[in-house]
């Protein structure tokens, strides 16, 4: 296998080797400094690494799976191949990207919940083209359908659940009338693979959510920020878009903006860095993008799985979505992952506990130990919380979260220290690296996992708990904040895993 320095110094000299002559043409078209140049392209790895082979995933959800393994016949066999974070495809792990960006995989990916019209997405079901939900919006006006966004109780799907409704009237509260309106489609959380379903089942869906937020806040531009590893759904998207484009969309103007590979662009202010042609590294926040957004003009940024959510509820009324949850307000799309008969995306009400998810998901595989309830960023639970709702409240309670519910189940034959090892990599690797505290704790903590892996002595370990306080305390965005999360979790509750010896 290709130890982790020789990748890095490859994927340098591929820097250096291709793109100088580029960054000195790019500088002199556009009279950016080519240092400004070198430091945007050196960021996103799909441009830095343009020509580096598979992509074969090292998610959490892949490594179980056996991504190393699959890494090393790609390697054996001659075949140039590199380790990527996340490719977003953990139902179908291990899974691979071509070098023209389609996925390799085994399994056929996207089981999702059966089609039922009485479910806000329905997944299952078929994508309308009629639209009626934005002739719907015409009639409320903009007061009425805050009114309906009001009383769905809809918190925002892409991981912070803040109430859509009070984001876009912020919007409107301001005083500058050039406004945005942005789809966050960046999903690269580990674990997390629902609004790709969205994307490619419902693109009319998603379209006419944004253009209802769009008239709504008084917005004529609309943006879609996708990760470029999702080539499939940008196609899908795009196909739907020229079917209505001249129809219902008529006087809106959509443009789509690929990601370029980096994680922490879907954090929206380092998304308008990106969208900006800067390197995406969050902004420090107040200002927030509803008073300084794209451009620095007023901007709602929302989820694709909110926006999804605003024609039902428009359609149907906020009062219905909200029945449809159980502890929280509306369905939820909950990914389902690792140890499990089917994993996929499941239409469920917000608040179902692991055991109804995974009873949905076809059962557990083996004797299930921990999970980790919405992606890397929220850490590890013991199986014991198998009954806990999965909503935003019951979660932080226990000092987790629901993120973007990127749910991935581990059972006995998974070493909890090697799955807290592959999220420390990935934090690692997906650091801007702007501040201090993330940049250096990052590695700190991937360093003494591995030191923990190879030696099996807990001393390796001992000065966790101060760097993830610094790490919290100091860092200037969410992954920084939540990067030693993984490993602080699994030792708390399964103290046994690291403390010299195997699992508990
Ligand atoms: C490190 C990091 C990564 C994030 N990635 C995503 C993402 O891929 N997609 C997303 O919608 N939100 C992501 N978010 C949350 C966004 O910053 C933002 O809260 C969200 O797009 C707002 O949409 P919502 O209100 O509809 O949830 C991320 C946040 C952080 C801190
Ligand atoms: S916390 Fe990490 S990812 Fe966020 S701004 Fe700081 S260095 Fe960048």
């Not at 002739?135 to 925002?156: F, M, N, T």
Request: proline share 6%; hydrophobic share 40%.
């Amino acid at each position: 296998m290709l130890p982790k320095g020789a990748q890095r110094d490859r994927v340098l000299k591929v820097v250096h080797d291709t793109s100088q002559e580029e960054v000195e043409r790019v500088s002199r078209e556009t009279g950016v400094p080519a240092a400004d140049v070198y430091g945007a392209a050196s960021f996103y790895t799909l441009i830095s690494q343009p020509d580096a082979g598979a992509r074969v995933c090292q998610g959490l959800s892949c490594r179980m799976a056996g991504s190393q393994e699959l890494f090393a016949d790609y390697l054996e066999r001659g075949e140039p191949a590199i380790y990527a974070s996340c490719i977003g495809q953990c139902d179908r792990a291990p899974a691979v990207l071509s070098p023209k960006m389609a996925v390799v995989s085994q399994r056929s990916a996207g089981a999702v919940s059966a089609a039922n019209p009485e479910l806000p997405m329905n997944l299952g079901g078929s994508d309308s083209l009629d639209y009626s939900a934005l002739a719907r919006s015409r009639e409320l006006g903009g007061e009425g359908v805050l009114a309906a966004l009001d009383a769905s109780g809809l918190q925002g799907r892409g991981g912070a659940g803040f109430p859509a409704g009070r984001k876009w009237r912020a919007v409107l509260g301001e005083t500058e009338t050039e406004r945005y309106v942005i789809c966050n489609a960046d999903e690269a959380e580990p674990g997390t693979f629902k609004d790709r379903e969205v994307m490619l089942r419902r693109p009319h869906l998603l379209l006419e959510g944004l253009a209802i937020c769009a008239e709504t806040i008084g917005a004529k531009e609309v943006y879609l920020y996708i990760r470029g590893e999702f080539q499939e759904p940008i196609a899908r998207l795009k196909a739907a878009l020229a079917e209505v484009a001249d129809g219902p969309l008529a006087g809106l103007n959509y443009h789509f903006v690929e990601g370029h590979g980096a994680y922490i662009c879907g954090e929206e202010t380092a998304l308008l860095e990106a969208m900006e042609g800067r390197r995406g590294m969050p902004r420090i926040k107040p200002p927030y993008p509803t008073q300084e957004g794209f451009r620095g003009k007023p901007t709602v940024i929302n989820n694709v799985e909110t926006l999804a959510c605003v024609p039902p509820i428009v359609l149907r009324g906020g009062e219905w979505f909200k029945g449809l949850g159980r502890t929280e307000a509306g369905t939820k799309l909950y990914c389902i992952s690792g140890h499990v008969e089917t994993p996929g995306v499941y239409e469920l009400p917000l608040g179902v506990s692991l055991d109804e998810l995974v009873a949905v998901a076809g059962g557990y595989v083996g004797e299930p130990v921990a999970f980790s309830p919405g992606g890397a960023s929220s850490g590890f639970l013991p199986i014991s919380e198998r009954e806990r709702a999965l909503d935003f409240a019951s979660l932080s309670e226990v000092g987790s979260m629901l993120g973007s519910a990127g749910v991935v189940v581990l059972n006995e034959t998974f070493d909890l220290a090697e799955a807290a090892c592959s999220q420390a990599i990935f934090f690692e690797d997906e650091s801007c690296g702007q501040c201090a505290p993330c940049r250096i704790g990052t590695r700190l903590v991937h360093q003494a996992l591995k030191g923990y892996l190879e030696t099996r002595d807990p001393n390796a370990l001992e000065h966790i708990e101060d760097l993830a306080w610094e790490m919290e305390e100091g860092s200037i965005c969410g992954l920084g904040m939540v990067a030693a999360l993984p490993l602080t979790s699994a030792i708390k509750h399964f103290p046994a895993a690291f403390s010299g010896g195997g699992q508990a």
